[in-house]
């Protein structure tokens, strides 16, 4: 006689760690063997509609039009002005590393000097009362002997003023 009742699973929860590897692309590249080098953060032009873009890009986001090539790349920051923050106490897994991200750990919008252009990265404080849109920042590199040629290579941006 068959039973009626629904078979139990056993369930095994398993990390795969599968490293992978993938061309960053010319601009990209540079843009951050750039950071890895020179500790320099670069922005491009569209000659079209003048719109900037940090990381350089080779085509314009808005008019499709091929942006100034790399020998007129303008370096830009390290300093800026921060528009606005996001302050976050959930933690993650961070895919670079592997480890879970500290809390609360806050995240910046940043006006760099020199363009008008905006790069998103992490910030120094996470205090939500110390933080204010329009309070000036900069960027913290990496001693440039542990730099990678990655984003990660500028650590945060601290409160200047």
């Known amino acids: 006689m068959k039973s009626n009742t629904v078979p139990e699973f056993i369930l095994h929860d398993v990390m795969l760690k599968i490293p992978y590897k993938w061309a960053a692309g010319e601009y990209m590249g540079e843009f951050l063997t750039q950071l890895k080098e020179s500790g320099n953060i670069y922005s491009n032009r569209c000659p079209n509609c003048g719109r900037y873009s940090c990381p350089p890009r080779p085509v314009c986001g808005v008019c499709h039009t091929k942006t100034e090539p790399r020998?007129?790349?303008?370096?830009?920051?390290p300093q800026g002005t921060l528009l606005g923050f996001c302050v976050t106490e959930q933690s993650f897994m961070v895919p670079t590393t592997g480890k879970m991200l500290e809390v609360p750990y806050s995240i910046g919008i940043i006006l760099l000097?020199?363009?008008?252009?905006?790069?998103?990265?992490?910030?120094?404080?996470?205090?939500?009362?110390?933080?204010k849109p329009g309070m000036r920042v900069e960027a913290v590199f990496k001693p440039k002997e542990e730099r990678l040629g990655n984003i990660f290579d500028i650590?945060?941006?601290?409160?200047?003023?």
């Open 155 to 161: 650590v945060h941006f601290k409160t200047i003023s």
């Open 71 to 77: 020998d007129k790349w303008k370096a830009i920051g």
């Open 113 to 131: 000097d020199g363009a008008p252009v905006t790069l998103q990265h992490r910030l120094a404080e996470s205090d939500p009362e110390k933080l």
